[in-house]
């Protein structure tokens, strides 16, 4: 499948020079570092929310408080709504990262718990790089694949011994699959033109919302109100802190930095969640976590070194050329 070469809309506001490619801006550093702390968050939240509402159903009604938000701010801008290749990559981000990731997400959280999700959700930066491979967007270098590794083995070490009891193989292969269409939605944004964050985010939830709803009725959830601080609570934090925030946020990091090094945000959750665990549900940190925070940190700066190497060893784009797309 070959990137269409229809004309792009006109780019969103802000700077799409070298200088953000690069690295050379804090604004992408910012954006990284927000997105990984709010989702250091959601999947404590979420684990909390499956406890007052039906998991799926749950994720149904955030799409759906996105949706009003995310559209409101885009008309109140007057942001125009994406068509050709732009339309294509969100109705495909929109697909992949919430009409099948969240509802896998919900659902597995059910069972698997918050922090050994976060530990599955580790797998994206090595899926990433096979789909930013085959489709074109970067070179899945040896040392790449080396950053996953590293980073993938400090993420186990994490959590050798904190894992006691068996749960059953399909939360696992839910959770494992969400990881992979969630970096799937990701490389395939990345794929078309740059676009507003805020519209695409808004058409991607309005586009899985359907199929959020249509996999909360296949499963036979009831469908209540949230009514209670306990189910109301959750549903506006991962609103307004995930889909509103984060999910923003990386839509315009995704068009500034390599979908690899990005990527790399699903290693740090973990590192930070043992943070949460420990805070809010007692968990000790031990000798193994600081070991293995070693190595998650070790990994994301042999990627962000690869990416560098990369970039001081290639041209610089001429305008207008597809070099010059984002990368």
């Avoid at 059910?110 to 790089?129: D, E, N, Y």
């Avoid at 808004?202 to 909360?216: N, T």
Wanted: aromatic letters at 8%; charged letters at 10%; one cysteine or more.
């Amino acid at each position: 499948m070959e990137p269409s070469r229809d004309p792009a809309p006109a780019p969103a506001p802000g700077p799409a020079g070298p200088h953000d490619h690069a690295s050379g801006s804090w604004r992408p550093v910012g954006a990284f570092a927000g997105c990984t702390l709010i989702w250091s968050s959601t999947f404590l939240v979420i684990s909390i929310g499956n406890d007052s509402l039906p998991p799926v159903w749950a994720a149904s009604l955030r799409l759906f408080l996105a949706t009003l938000i995310l559209g409101t701010l885009a008309r109140v801008r007057r942001l125009p709504l994406p068509s050709g290749p732009a339309a294509r990559a969100a109705t495909w981000y929109g697909v992949l990262q919430f009409g099948l990731n969240f509802p896998l997400l919900y659902w597995g959280e059910k069972v698997i718990p918050s922090g050994l999700t976060a530990v599955l959700f580790a797998t994206i930066p090595l899926t990433t790089a096979l789909f930013a491979h085959g489709f074109g967007l970067e070179r899945i270098t040896p040392l790449k694949i080396v950053a996953a590794v590293v980073a993938l083995g400090g993420v186990a070490v994490i959590f050798s011994g904190q894992i006691h009891d068996v749960f059953p193989a399909a939360p696992f292969v839910a959770v494992l699959a969400a990881a992979a269409v969630a970096s799937l939605g990701t490389v395939l944004l990345k794929r078309g033109p740059r676009q507003s964050p805020i519209v695409v985010n808004a058409w991607g939830a309005a586009v899985g919302l359907p199929l959020c709803l249509a996999g909360s009725f296949l499963l036979g959830e009831p469908h209540p109100l949230p009514l209670t601080a306990g189910a109301l609570g959750p549903l506006l934090y991962l609103t307004l802190a995930g889909s509103v925030g984060a999910f923003v946020l990386m839509a315009w990091l995704v068009q500034r930095w390599p979908a690899t090094r990005i990527s790399f945000i699903a290693v740090m959750t973990p590192t930070l969640a043992v943070t949460l665990g420990w805070l809010f549900r007692g968990e000790r940190l031990g000798l193994a976590t600081l070991a293995g925070s070693l190595l998650v940190v070790a990994g994301v700066a042999i990627s962000v070194l690869s990416d560098r190497r990369r970039a001081g060893r290639a041209p610089a784009p001429s305008p207008g050329s597809a070099a010059s797309a984002p990368e």
